[in-house]
């Protein structure tokens, strides 16, 4: 007993769309095997844990939201921690080892780890693990696979330094852990072909398998030498592999009537109040041989208190597209029992440490509401999903394949195949169709369907009780592993929704003769945005908004130009807007934006056309960071001499890091200074919140 308490380790999570939660269970699953016990909470459930008093080694599993914050879950830990009274040996005492999962994507890459890594840092806190910092725009597994290898070796050793310290005889530990499964040992099970079912148990409860493939014949045939989703080929298709532990089931689901209503979608958000509004207009800004759809949608929020500035954002509560409901229905035969209320449960006796009833899954729906308002349908499925959809897979060879897409020798393959094609639960289906997968797991491994955010795109000073917003319709094309195109979740279902208002001569009077009911969306505001306007108008600000980057912008000079006719006597600074697109005659969005020239509100308007072609002697610049260069100067005296703002909207990955870069160069080149020394200026600027992005992937 007194050896199990000694290999104790707290292990915390905290999780914005459970990617921290499944790694976190993950750690959990595999600790038993390596002779220790996690103690495993949500860092949001404070008084399950105290590391004032704490005294085993700790690990921490944190993702980042938004623009770098921690998840919502550690609030309250983070602001706690960060405490300014608090000693500098606050947390002497404790060892821990820290894991960050972010997106590169984004500027402050993993900022939600960091924060809370330096803080216990500054307070003390010693490590006894490398901090790991995984990145989701490449592949998690790359970092987390190798860090929680690594993690059992570096437990051992702090609970061997704990030992010590308490002077007491480190033998009798050393000796009960070694008898523990080494970290890099693996289960080894020989097998044919033909027993894949894997149905030992010790297999099951075991961290790794490895497999074995005899007659290889069987699931590859050798006149295919191009990899696929649902082939292999060496070496991958000849490794013996190393796989997942099998999640434990822990979700019950009992179907009952047919009878009663299904919750409101007020009830799928977790934080403040979702309103119903009615869409009161929709234009297409694109022309229709324009390479994106870019759509601009009005809102009534007059009868609401919905209440917004100019640069925030809010979320549209989406639904899942009724077509994939349906044939998802279809493929896991239950067709018949859409209407049905389900009632879903924890599966009595579970093994899976702190289960629990899925929030987003409501107490009492019918099945389709489920499907349709509730999971993400069209996620891509992590290996942990695969390792589980292994054994409802009946095929010999799917259930190969399956194996190899979820191991550490497939990494590439998944990485091919399934996350850079956007394959989702349905095309794994089709592609494996003896794969059926019960209910309990989808709802056990589906995530929570997000809402999605959205750029406000006009002021409620300018248009009381009016919200506009602009996106373009996002496209799937078909891939070979994903060989139907489809469109975005949120985005689609919107085009869908407002084709009345887009063609109002198509199929929309009703039999009555009159025009067709107005729409109703679901909107939250979404918290946490300093994307706004300088409070002094006497500031200066520059605008850089490609595409339906400049949606925000709008929203900006709308708001400056009632300022500016409200309060004739106030000093306006200058405004500086850059705008691009592809061509001119095609996706050029707001042509109107001359207005806001011609009436002062803007003071300089430059736009740039990256694929029209020009006669002129000296080209003109394709692109926003082209534009910036050229006016590098005045961009410098705005941001350095008049301590101006620089607002950035847009694609993070083609456009904001070659504006970043652009700026650096501007500041090197205008300081004499050298390019190190400007990139600090820039960070300068962002801590100051006078260089702010609101970006994408």
Known sequence: MCCDLKRRFLLLYATQKGQAKAI??????????????????????????????????????????????????????????QDTTLPPDHFAHLQYGLLGLGDSEYTFFCNGGKTVDRRLQELGAQHFYDTGLADDCVGLELVVDPWIDGLWLALK?????????????????????????????????????????????????????????????????????????VHSVPPVSQSALSIPALPPEYIEVQFQDTHGKNPHLSSLISEGTAFEVPVTKA?????????????????????????????????????????????????????????????????????????AHPQHIPER?????????????????????????????SDVGEKRRLQELCSRQGASDYTRFIRDSNVCLLDLLHAFPSCKPSLNLLIEHLPKLQARSYSVSSSNLYQPGK????????????????????????????????????????????????????????????????????ADPSVPFVMVGPGTGISPFIGFLQHRQKLREEHADWEFGETWLVFGCRHQDRDYLFKQLRCFLENGTLTHLKVCFSRDSSTAEVAPPKYVQDVIRLYAKEIARVLLKERGYFYVCGDKKHMADGVSDAVVDILSMEMEADKLEAMKILAMLREAKRYLQDVWS
């Open 24 to 81: 976190a269970e993950e750690i959990w699953q595999q600790a038993g095997a390596h002779g220790l016990e996690a103690d495993m909470h949500c860092i949001s459930e404070m008084d399950k844990y105290n590391l004032e008093t704490e005294k085993d080694p700790v690990v921490i599993v944190i993702s980042t939201t938004g623009t770098g914050d921690p998840p919502d879950a550690a609030r309250k830990f983070v602001k706690k921690i």
């Open 365 to 393: 729906s019918t099945l389709k509401f489920i499907l349709t308002w509730c999971l993400e349908i069209r996620a891509i499925p992590k290996k942990a999903f695969l390792r589980a959809l292994v054994e409802c897979t």
């Open 467 to 534: 919200l506009c917003f602009v996106f373009n319709i996002v496209e799937f094309p078909a891939c070979p592993a994903r060989p139907v195109s489809r469109k975005g979740v949120c985005t689609g279902w919107l085009a869908e929704l407002v084709a009345p208002l887009l063609h109002p001569n198509k199929n929309t009077l009703d039999t009555k003769g009159g025009s067709s009911s107005t729409e109703k969306i679901s909107i939250f505001a979404r918290p946490n945005n300093n994307f706004h306007l300088p």
């Open 157 to 229: 050793e702090a609970f061997l330094l704990q030992k010590e310290k308490e002077g007491m005889s480190s033998d009798a530990v050393s000796s009960s852990l070694s008898a523990a499964p080494h970290v890099g040992h693996e289960l080894n099970l020989s097998s044919e072909v033909q027993n894949l079912k894997l149905e030992d148990e010790r297999v099951r409860s075991s961290d790794v398998l490895t497999q074995k493939l005899v007659d290889i014949h069987l699931v590859a045939p050798t006149r295919d030498t191009e990899p696929s989703l």
């Open 283 to 355: 234009v297409q800004l694109t022309r229709e041989d324009a390479i994106k759809t870019a759509l601009l949608l009005e809102l009534d929020i007059a009868d609401t208190v919905f209440d917004y500035q100019p640069g925030d954002a809010f979320c549209v509560i989406c639904p899942n597209n009724v077509n994939e409901v349906e044939e998802l229905l279809h493929i896991l035969g239950l067709s018949e029992k859409g209407e049905y209320f389900v009632c879903v449960k924890v599966k009595e006796g579970t093994k899976k440490k702190g289960a």
